[in-house]
């Protein structure tokens, strides 16, 4: 029987009101959302702002049963805390789970709590031209020329000891410690938190010109009041942090960064351990040294 009502007609998905609307009016086709950039920003804020309270935080709290066991017997005067070999050791090694707990930090707003691979989406890999092998000869190569750029730019400027200069000569424990931290984990947290949280959000906000001189800026600010007595590192931090940046816009990949990271630092703390040898060889004996760092980094965890 042939009738008029549309309810008798045979049911197809191409004859649905939403496709014909998408076929003939592609304007009124439902598009999917772009992912809100002020958000990506807003995550990679704290994750930095988290970052810079737990160096300060962590290491502090380390340090309070320490200061309270110094004060019951009368020696935590701020001259005294100064030349205390263990008390500076234990705010190097405090560094340690402020690190940690920056990487946990970022896990969390980067996967949203594991929902997606936190290494794939920070772009933690070569570029797809680049082997392996070539990667890390180009890094190293790269790290090198920079680190030359370095003594040249300290030789020429000069300048008085650091804060860290002071903290890595009391003594031979505070500088392995330092070597680990300068190895082990401040290039992986660094490059986490700047090239690949904070330089891909104000990228797809501002721009890559601008997202390069945000993140350089904010990643040599923040090293400012540690070398304030010495301009060359300053110049020498901001150098390194452009270049890492300008790496990881035009490769859009954050390993490159990293690796060339951990080369640069890698490179600074051979000469830090090497240092005391060539300038004192016959005095120093390592393995207490190694003793005593061993024993007070197991107090902490």
């Known amino acids: ?29 439902a598009a999917p959302i772009p992912p809100n950039p002020w958000v990506d920003v807003l995550k990679a804020f704290v994750t930095w702002v988290g970052s810079v309270v737990l160096l300060l935080v962590v290491p502090l709290i380390l340090l309070v049963p320490y200061f309270v066991y110094l004060a019951m017997k009368g020696a935590a005067t701020a001259e005294s805390l100064l030349q205390n070999k263990t008390f500076i050791l234990l705010s190097i090694v ?19 709590w594991g929902r997606v691979s936190f290494w794939q989406t920070l772009g933690f890999s070569w570029p797809g031209s680049v082997t392996p092998w070539k990667g890390i000869a180009s890094s190293f190569g790269v790290a090198a020329l920079l680190l030359g750029l370095g003594v040249l730019v300290t030789s020429l400027l000069g300048g008085a000891k650091t804060d860290l200069d002071r903290l890595i000569e009391s003594s031979f424990q505070a500088r392995i410690a330092t070597v680990f931290l300068a190895v082990l984990t401040a290039p992986l947290v660094e490059e986490v938190v700047y090239r690949g949280m904070l330089y891909p959000a104000f990228q797809r906000l501002l721009g890559m010109g601008w997202a390069i001189a945000i993140v350089s800026l904010l990643f040599a600010g923040v090293h400012v009041w540690q070398y304030r007595t010495n301009l060359g590192v300053i110049v020498v931090i901001t150098i390194l942090s452009i270049t890492l ?19 640069f630092n890698g490179l600074q703390s051979l000469y830090l351990i090497l240092q005391p040898f060539l300038e004192k060889p016959k005095t120093l004996d390592p393995a207490p040294a190694l003793i005593q760092l061993w024993r007070t980094s197991r107090h902490l965890f």
């Open 245 to 263: 940046t300008i790496i990881r816009a035009l490769t859009n990949k954050l390993l490159p960064s990293f690796v060339i990271h951990l080369i």
């Open 94 to 112: 405090g560094v340690i789970p402020a690190h940690a707990l920056t990487l946990l930090v970022a896990w969390i707003l980067v996967t949203n």
């Open 1 to 29: 029987m042939i009738t008029n009502d549309p309810s008798s007609l045979p049911h197809h998905p191409a004859t649905e009101p939403e496709v014909l609307a998408e076929h003939h009016y592609p304007e009124r086709a």
